[in-house]
């Protein structure tokens, strides 16, 4: 028997029982968009990963890639183990290599691969693809009515970072098909879906434009609280850190990162019993990847103070943890060092902003007794100290008095060198900034030269774009 045609009744009938099947599934997908989210910004990626599981593979359901991959990525950057790296990455190049990948999901996936690739010092392949993010990015505000905001939150931190790019990757934004940094307004959608990942992607904005005081939310979860304690720790703001670091949830011992950014923060107020504590519990919660070293080598630092044995810190200092981050390739490379406890404390003092106290301290030095090494050191701090107070010619007069001494190989001449110039840029004395800043590259250092090379040449391109 021939079946029948559908009439337009039943095929009506048809549509709206699909779409009864459709709505629960569009909410369900939602729900655990906002669920990945939520536990992956709070730092509990093991029921992120649970939920993503439960739902579908990310290779047969693209609707919760994105998040999948941002809660891996998250994950990558806190814990910075090679497996944790290698599989975010992964989970990057599925989304990209899928047959009809949406402008919105090649942002996430563009962008979540430059941070994986700054994370392995893959600086050019980093801005690369961080520029094919902008690209994407600019594509997907030509063709919405109205911008998702986590996207224009994106935008925005893009544009912060592109502000003054240096003129040698420019050819880089055409490889990557952008004709100019700047995007056209376009008009915010009214629903935030996902508010803790936006209240986070405006906290990263905000330390790109070095705010006095970062803003924060009912929004802001746990990864936008340890952005704002980092970011403080780095001004030399201890007490502003810790008030962020109060806001985390540490009854769930997640994530484990907010325990060494308060082992830091008081040691850098000089609470060493309670530093320790913190970086012990990290060590325990934390047993590789990421700050490892350097909760040893800050571990070692307060032994030195204390008087008390360290050989076994150095040992655990080169064999366990990772290297990918700044303060823990600092740890290998100095953990060998015989520490002067006056200098030491001085260097925290500073660390923590407490400059007069570093002064104090590095007064109560018998300068007769260091060695040529430790007296370069001890004219270092003593200037750097100087400097932040904006006491800018008692800096200037130990920053000579440095540079008169021997190069031994270490930072402090190429980074006093560096210094200086700024200091001169602040007094508006361009000439002997500019002399200043070029001398850095015929300084030789063993340590951090590229680094501290680089912030001299983008300083040397703002003094020269001031003549035009």
């Not at 369900?28 to 709070?42: C, D, M, P, T, V």
């Not at 950014?261 to 107020?269: D, P």
């Not at 100095?334 to 007069?356: K, N, S, T, V």
């Not at 700024?422 to 030269?449: E, H, R, W």
Request: proline share 4%; aromatic share 12%; charged share 25%.
């Amino acid at each position: 028997m021939q079946r029948e045609k559908p009439t337009g009744f039943s095929l009506c009938c048809f549509g709206l029982f699909f779409l009864l099947l459709l709505i629960p599934a569009i909410s369900y997908g939602q729900r655990i968009k906002k669920e990945i989210y939520h536990n992956a910004l709070n730092g509990n990626f093991t029921r992120s990963a649970t939920l993503a599981t439960d739902i579908e593979s990310t290779e047969t359901n693209p609707a919760i890639a994105t998040p999948t991959l941002i809660s891996a990525t998250i994950e990558a950057f806190l814990e910075a183990t090679p497996g944790k790296i290698e599989y975010a990455a992964k989970l990057a190049g599925n989304i990209l290599e899928m047959d009809k990948v949406s402008t919105y999901d090649e942002i996430f996936a563009y962008s979540a691969k430059s941070l994986l690739n700054a994370l392995e010092e893959d600086y050019v392949p980093a801005l690369y693809t961080s520029l094919k993010a902008y690209s994407s990015l600019k594509q997907h505000l030509n063709h919405q009515n109205c911008i998702e905001p986590e996207i224009i939150a994106l935008a925005t931190i893009f544009n912060s970072a592109y502000k003054e790019i240096p003129s040698g990757y420019w050819f880089l934004l055409n490889m990557a098909g952008i004709d100019s940094l700047s995007y056209k307004k376009t008009q915010p959608c009214p629903d935030i879906k996902y508010p803790e990942l936006v209240s986070t992607l405006e906290i990263v904005q905000q330390t790109l434009n070095d705010k006095d005081t970062l803003q924060t939310n009912r929004n802001t979860p746990a990864m936008g609280h340890l952005i704002a304690a980092a970011y403080y720790l780095k001004k030399q703001i201890p007490k502003m850190a810790g008030q962020h670091l109060k806001k985390i949830d540490s009854t769930g011992n997640y994530p484990a990162t907010q325990f060494y950014y308060w082992g830091v923060m008081r040691l850098n107020l000089g609470h060493y019993e309670t530093s320790e504590w913190y970086f012990n519990k990290y060590l325990f919660l934390q047993q590789k990847g990421r700050y490892i070293k350097s909760a040893l080598l800050r571990k070692k630092w307060i032994a030195v103070l204390k008087e008390q044995p360290f050989s076994n810190l150095d040992r655990a200092i080169e064999n366990r943890g990772t290297a990918y981050t700044f303060a823990d390739r600092q740890a290998l490379k100095e953990y060998r060092d015989q520490y002067h406890p006056g200098l030491l404390e001085a260097r925290i003092c500073f660390d923590g902003g407490r400059f007069r106290d570093a002064l104090q301290v590095l007064n109560s030095i018998d300068t007769k007794n260091l060695t040529q090494y430790r007296l370069n050191e001890y004219h270092y701090r003593k200037a750097r100290a100087h400097q932040l107070q904006k006491q800018n010619k008692k800096a200037l007069d130990e920053y000579r008095q440095l540079l008169e001494l021997p190069n031994d190989g270490h930072y402090y001449h190429k980074k006093a060198m560096l210094e200086r110039g700024k200091i001169f840029l602040d007094m508006g004395i361009t000439s002997n900034a500019n002399k200043s800043l070029k001398q850095v590259m015929q300084v030789k250092s063993n340590m951090y030269s590229k680094v501290i090379e680089h912030e001299a040449e983008m300083l040397l391109e703002k003094i020269e774009n001031s003549k035009k």
